[in-house]
């Protein structure tokens, strides 16, 4: 099977200040299909219950490590849906997803605030799809 061919479309100046594509299109390739991600503890195993910036990059950090189980990395997710617990984390996360994709080459992204999580101390979920 050969490697997906990934085509970011460009954003419009709102969605660009945004961190997100309108669109990507994919051809050939796999999906890699990421179950929703949480955590309350960092990669050393310590507590950020409750801490939003430490919990999104220890999310993406995990979403990498599950990708690249499968042979694929960050740069391979096309689309993400993102649960946040409070809308006064939003502006924040779009700084922390324009940090994890510095070249500008950002998924499709829906961003939603909830009212509350699995368990306590969770701020922010996020899931996706990865094509490889």
Known sequence: ?????IQHLEGNERQKSRAYS???????????WLA??????????????GKFDEQARTVF???NRTLERAGASLANLVTMTVFINEARYGDRFVEIRRE??????YPCSALLTISGFARPGILIEIQGVAVL
């Not at 929703?36 to 219950?49: E, V």
């Open 22 to 32: 309108p669109a990507v299109i994919t051809e050939g390739g796999r999906n890699v």
């Open 1 to 5: 099977m050969s490697a997906a061919k």
């Open 36 to 49: 929703g991600q949480t955590t309350t503890t960092d990669l050393d195993g310590k507590d950020i219950s």
């Open 100 to 105: 994890i994709f510095p070249d500008g080459r």
């Open 61 to 63: 950090a995990l979403m």
